[in-house]
């Protein structure tokens, strides 16, 4: 496949292992801090083939994982009233909240439907006049711009009938409360290539030079993991901290100037918790004026949710790169894909998720 | 499912772990014998000193009519395909249909051409059927329930529970067309190159399978919904024995592997209507490939990986790097209704 075997090729993987054995002299520890890129390192045995001294650690770039279990019980409580139809991306609709998930409230009778985009959403609000059509807007700086826009374009055709239940989250504040908390062992981030695309380079170029941390913006497929794990090893061995964009065919420091500029016409910036991490200020967003009718926690009145999470789970732990999922006692036990605790469990691009599916009676010798 | 308010949830019927518990739990569990208890894709009955196959499926696929097919031909030959995994030979269908209010009589008849065409090519005939007709609202246009019954005119041992450790692991051509075809279908997906679905009846290359193999061939399953990894998680299972395939060997479509890319989907859990699994003996598993590649349906077939000694029975697959990691069964729902 055009574009994509170029950066799977066996023999080009070998050549960049071979720098990298040849470069690293003592132990790292390195966060990955794109889920993505955590299924991508397990998926393809990365973490296998790396020398014993680098340590890859697993981030909170998850936004599924990461979304408070206040928003997945306002959610549910929205679904559940027989005027709305919900709608948000396949994993949401697995997620735990405080008693079931959406896909329970489903088959309890809620108007429930995956999409694969905001303008799906929009398209089905035109559609049913009669209907509250709710989205479920989760993800990072990759996914806001989309939702930006189909919150100007309700705007501009005045649908009364499209509401968004925002719970987006920005990547640079999380990798700051990362690095500002004591129990950082994190060296070295390889930064989300995607993410970047949209941000550009100026916030993570304050921040290594600020906490002296390396940082490489990295792609999704092997040889593009690799070449970040060589950038961040170089720079360590090196004494260096600067950002190191190793993903050039896609991300330019700029990035994307007409995206950035929709995001800030549409979203203001807010305290947001994190789910298994607590509140991190400033890094998450809300509809600013004039955009602020088309907000379903307001709109629907679900602002106090009483919501409890699962005692057991060690998900915030993983999230911040300080556990790994099979150090959690219910992990493949009480806790497994069909009965997740934690969203780390659930999402395509959760730690839990990743062990539990690739490696897990490998790594925890155990189950 | 152990509260007494679950209810039933689109995964419960996706072919995977879901699945495979609510039929232990509920049916199986229920109504307790032999032949059900192997859940092999057909039930092997011994009557009057002769084996016979016997099974039943049904097709809600949506949308009914699909690039490579439609739900008659589909419902055809999946049903072919199920007791062509125990290598006997077809003898009879039937077919029920469940129709909604308001469906177009010619889309009837299109569908029942396709059933019709579909058996003749696998050389069986729809002996008896039935019809029932629901308000508009209540059914999604056409449901199709068809039931088998095949002879099983040899003596080898072929069953999910056969596999032994050195076994070649075969898959007779290219992985994840029907669901990628399906999901294309629904979603109109602009790909560049059409997928047409594989659907197809498989009872002919069998045939030749087992004459190359003979009773090398340890067992065959239609690896349909959850894809080649949950067929070959429930034979891991059903055998006590690992399997380790390699990422390299898997033959995949461009279109398919590129599709599957966009979408976040494996090929791996997606389904297949025209392919079949085969486990043979080491010794025979080339003269098997050559055979299933002398086949119309088997032009792309490829040896995938092997039956290993694995007390947990795993299935794992090495990676294009070198590792080997687990393939798991998949979790919940990849896509509804694709069958």
């Given at each position: 496949m055009k574009y994509l075997d170029e950066y799977r090729d066996p023999e080009l993987a070998a050549r960049l292992l071979k720098s990298i054995r040849e470069t690293v002299t003592r132990p790292c520890v390195i966060m990955e801090i794109c889920g993505g890129q955590t299924h991508s390192i397990l998926r393809n045995g990365i973490d296998k083939v790396l020398p014993p001294e680098i340590e890859l650690v697993h981030g909170p770039g998850c936004p599924v994982c990461v979304t408070p279990i206040e928003i997945i019980d306002q959610a549910i409580a929205i679904a559940s009233r027989p005027s709305v139809i919900l709608t948000s991306?396949?994993?949401?609709?697995?997620v735990p909240g405080t008693s079931g998930d959406l896909l329970t409230a489903r088959s309890r009778g809620a108007d429930v439907r995956i999409v694969y985009s905001p303008l799906d959403a929009l398209t089905m609000a035109r559609g049913n006049p009669d209907r509250q059509v709710v989205f479920l807007a989760v993800g990072f700086e990759t996914t806001t711009p989309h939702t930006a826009m189909a919150a100007r374009q309700a705007a501009r055709e005045g649908l009364n009938n499209f509401f968004l239940l925002v719970a987006h989250v920005m990547v640079p504040p999380v990798i700051e409360f990362l690095l500002s908390a004591p129990s950082n062992r994190v060296q070295a981030y390889l930064l989300a290539g995607h993410v970047c695309t949209v941000t550009g380079l100026g916030d993570y170029e304050r921040i290594a030079a600020r906490y002296r941390v390396p940082m490489v913006v990295t792609g999704f497929e092997p040889l593009d993991i690799l070449a970040g794990v060589l950038g961040a090893v170089s720079q360590l061995e090196r004494g260096e901290a600067c950002v190191d964009n190793r993903y050039a065919r896609v991300v330019e420091a700029g990035g994307n100037v007409s995206a950035k500029a929709m995001v800030a016409e549409v979203y203001e910036t807010v305290d947001r918790r994190w789910r298994g991490i607590g509140m991190i200020p400033a890094s998450g967003l809300r509809l600013r004026e004039p955009y602020r009718r088309f907000d379903a926690a307001d709109v629907f009145r679900v602002n106090e949710m009483g919501s409890a999470e699962s005692s057991v789970c060690i998900s915030g732990l993983v999230l911040q790169g300080l556990k790994k999922p099979f150090e959690c006692p219910a992990f493949g036990r009480e806790c497994t894909p069909r009965t997740p605790l934690g969203a780390t469990m659930v999402s395509s691009e959760g730690a839990c998720a990743a062990y539990y599916a690739y490696h897990r009676r490998l790594e925890a010798g155990r189950i | 499912m152990s509260s007494e308010r679950a209810r039933i949830q689109l995964a419960h019927g996706s072919g995977g772990g879901m699945s495979r518990d609510l039929i232990a739990e509920v049916f199986v569990k229920a109504f307790d014998n032999a032949p059900l208890n192997r859940q092999d894709d057909s039930a092997v009955l011994e009557l009057y000193g002769r084996r016979f196959a016997f099974t039943t499926d049904s097709y809600v696929v949506?949308?009914?009519?699909f690039p490579g097919g439609d739900i008659g031909d589909l419902a055809v030959n999946g049903t072919i395909n199920d007791l062509s995994t125990t290598g006997g030979t077809p003898i009879a269908l039937s077919a029920g249909f469940i129709i909604e209010e308001g469906f177009l009589l010619d889309d009837l008849r299109r569908v029942v051409d396709s059933m019709k065409r579909a058996a003749a090519e696998a050389g069986v005939q729809i002996v008896t059927g039935d019809t029932k007709v629901v308000e508009r609202g209540k059914g999604d246009k056409l449901f199709v329930n068809t039931s088998g019954l095949a002879l099983i005119d040899h003596d080898h041992q072929i069953s999910c529970a056969n596999l032994k450790t050195g076994d070649s692991v075969i898959i007779t051509g290219s992985l994840a067309d029907h669901g990628v075809a399906i999901l294309a279908a629904r979603e109109d997906l602009p790909l560049q190159t059409p997928v047409p679905s594989d659907t197809a009846p498989l009872n002919g290359l069998v045939r030749e399978i087992l004459a190359a193999g003979g009773e090398a061939v340890h067992a065959m399953r239609d690896p349909t919904r959850g894809g080649v990894a949950a067929a070959l998680n429930e034979m891991a299972r059903s055998s006590r024995v690992g399997i380790a395939i390699e990422e390299a060997l898997l033959p995949i479509k461009p279109p398919v592997s590129g599709a599957c890319e966009i979408l976040g989907l494996d090929p791996l859990y997606l389904a297949n209507e025209g392919k079949m699994l085969v486990f043979v003996g080491r010794e025979r598993a080339e003269q098997v490939l050559e055979a299933a590649r002398g086949h119309r349906y088997g032009r792309e077939a490829a040896i995938i990986g092997e039956v290993v000694e694995d007390p947990k029975n795993l299935v794992s697959i090495g990676t294009r790097l070198g590792a080997r990691r687990i393939l798991d069964m998949p979790v919940g729902l990849q896509l509804p209704r694709i069958c």
């Open positions: 991306f396949g994993d949401m609709l697995r | 949506d949308p009914i009519f």
